[in-house]
């Protein structure tokens, strides 16, 4: 079956404008995370959803960020009032079951904040 | 200091060549992911362990969870295994090394 797809692939936006990232999981995964990377950075992780629990926020960096899911199908990265700094590729992953397990990657969306 | 340690921080190869990835880390785990991020941007996931040792292919991974140490392994390397190779630990949140970045020459 399909992997995990996100989208847009590239964002370049305007500082202060809002962009909503989206991401579609593997069929049947329960478990979402979404992380960013900064040029020349690692993995943050930002959060993560499983089943119907609250999500973990600890990982979003600012209350500019928030994400929703619908059930256990896509969900939506919204970064409000982007800042420079907010530039970097956001990744989404999905896992089966519990948070233990493999998770996938999607191929990310580049976000670019002139 | 960070909670994922990965060793070398860069390294290069000749085709052929036997490489080895060294992640050490600080916090109780419940699992260890090994992930494959190519120049284009794309993450693969390679292997998720939290005991002894797997196996796909020319990549092996281990792991001793008293030692808090995990190493992946290439053998016989080739420039497409050019890429940077993360090691993440589950404790209550994934934590990332900031990787190993892998150059393979022909």
């Known amino acids: 079956g399909a992997g995990v797809s996100q989208s847009p692939s590239n964002k370049v936006t305007e500082k202060g404008k809002d962009v909503e990232l989206r991401c579609d999981p593997i069929?049947?995964?329960?478990?979402l995370y979404w992380y960013r990377q900064r040029l020349g950075q690692g993995l943050e992780f930002l959060i993560y959803f499983q089943g119907n629990s609250a999500p973990d926020k600890s990982g979003l960096p600012s209350d500019r960020f928030s994400a929703e899911r619908t059930g256990e199908s896509v969900s939506t990265l919204t970064i409000q009032r982007t800042q420079q700094e907010d530039s970097a590729v956001y990744l989404c992953?999905?896992?089966?079951?519990?948070?233990?397990?493999?998770?996938?990657f999607g191929p990310g969306t580049r976000l670019t904040v002139l | 200091k960070n909670e994922v340690e990965q060793s070398p921080q860069n390294l290069t190869a000749q085709e052929g060549e036997f490489i080895t990835i060294n992640c050490s880390y600080s916090v109780g785990i419940s699992a260890l992911h090994w992930l494959q991020q190519h120049p284009g941007g794309g993450i693969v996931s390679l292997f998720m362990l939290s005991s002894g040792k797997k196996k796909h292919g020319r990549l092996i991974a281990t792991i001793n969870i008293q030692e808090k140490h995990s190493s992946l392994h290439i053998t016989a390397s080739h420039p497409r295994d050019s890429a940077v190779y993360i090691c993440a630990v589950r404790a209550d949140k994934l934590i990332f090394g900031t990787g190993t970045r892998l150059q393979v020459f022909p």
């Open positions: 069929s049947g995964h329960t478990a």
């Open positions: 992953a999905s896992s089966s079951l519990t948070p233990y397990n493999e998770q996938f």
